[in-house]
Structures are given as C-alpha cells and as structure tokens.
C-alpha cells in the first residue's frame, strides 16, 4: 500500500476538526479538545499558530502542531544549552512548540517525527525574519519525554538533574 501524503497548512475555519482524535493515552482528550474549540482563537489572536497535516486523500487532519513565541530568563544552564556566553539581557527569546497531536489512525506512521521536524523548519524560517534562539517543548509526561529524546532531533534537557522539570531545548 502507498504511503498516505500530506500537506502542511495554517489551520483555517474550513478545516473539519471534529473528526480529529489521537487516542486515549494521557492527555490525548486535552490535545483534541484544544484542537476542536481554541486553536482558531489563540490563532486569531496572534497567541500560536497552528498547522495541520492534511491527508491528500480525504483533506482530514491527520495530526497538528502549534509554535507560539516564548522567552525564558537567563540563566547559567539556558546560556550552556544555547551556547551563548552573557548577554545583555535578562531573558532570550525562541518558539514553544506547544501542542503536538497525530490523529490515532495515523500514530505508528512516522508523522509525529514529520511534525515535529516541521515545526523546527518553520522555527528556523521565524529566526531568519525576526531572531529567536531555541526551540522548546515541555513534555507533559515522562513518556512524551522519551518519545521527543528518542526522535534524535537534539533536544536535551534544560535541567537534566530534575525529575519534575521536562522541557527540552533546541538551540536553532
């Protein structure tokens, strides 16, 4: 069977988004519910942006990401993980690749490692027109952890020592 193609597109009020769930793991009814009623307002809004991998075959959503800006304070263990020396300000700014979601017959596929490499593109797309140092993602739980670590993208751990703080940082 031919492997399914997708198109990356900005979420649109067209887009059927009520078809859309990733399964029943945790967390998975807060990714679909964000989908469903606040990622066409946060957009709106200028808070994220949100893209949705469409499948070729039937335009359905067959998963998502949102970027939004963030800036993090300064610190000995940011400035490490980004390899900057001091800098002249109290905080640095990236994207928060925020809210990751493949639909449940589409997990298994790879999408999530596509999205997720989208996501970092468009990040570096974001650097070139306006700056941005990282990109980060706050895992939810430790297995959301390793499925980020095991994707080989790069994205160490702000604070490696810590068993509660999961965010990841990719220095772009």
Known sequence: M?????????LAPTHDLERFACGKHPGA???DEYLKTSALAEQSAG????????DSHDAAVAGYFTLSPLS??????VLAQLGMGTVPYRAVGGYLLGRLGVAVHRQGEGLGGVLVAAAIRTARQAQRDVGGAFVAVDPKNDRLLKWYEALDFGFPRLDPRSSTRRRLILKL
């Not at 031919?2 to 900005?10: A, D, G, I």
């Not at 993090?72 to 263990?77: D, H, K, N, R």
């Open 29 to 31: 009814a807060e990714i």
């Open 47 to 54: 808070l994220s942006q949100v893209w949705v991998a469409l």
């Open 2 to 10: 031919k492997s399914p193609r997708f198109s990356l597109v900005q």
């Open 72 to 77: 993090v304070p300064i610190s000995p263990e």
